[in-house]
């Protein structure tokens, strides 16, 4: 998979361990809710009113992991993770 700047994406489901990093350690309040730090927020182009959607891994029926995904980005994800599939499905 390919970014809109023909980059190679990081997030594709292939790729997305050797990328992954610690970016930075996060909150939550009495409230449930977490900031962004604002260098997170700008390197990944976060603005006012973008939508997030939120993914969870599971392990041992508990929630072990959770990914933030740009909604924007995520039909490129779900392209890249269900192309070959659909590709096989159709031979």
């Known amino acids: ?4 700047d023909g980059a190679p994406d990081c997030c594709a489901p292939e790729k ?3 990328c992954c ?6 909150s939550v309040d009495e409230r449930g ?3 962004l730090p ?3 927020r700008a390197r990944a182009k976060i603005q006012q009113g ?3 959607v ?4 599971e392990r041992e029926g508990r929630i072990c992991c959770i990914f933030l995904i740009k909604a924007e980005e995520l039909s490129g994800v779900v392209k890249g993770m ?10």
């Open 82 to 91: 269900l192309g070959p599939v659909l590709q096989e499905i159709l031979k």
């Open 54 to 57: 939120l993914v969870s891994g």
């Open 33 to 35: 809710q977490m900031v």
């Open 21 to 26: 990093r610690i970016e930075a350690l996060v």
């Open 50 to 52: 973008d939508k997030l």
């Open 38 to 40: 604002k260098e997170v």
């Open 1 to 4: 998979m390919v970014d809109k």
């Open 16 to 18: 997305l361990m050797g």
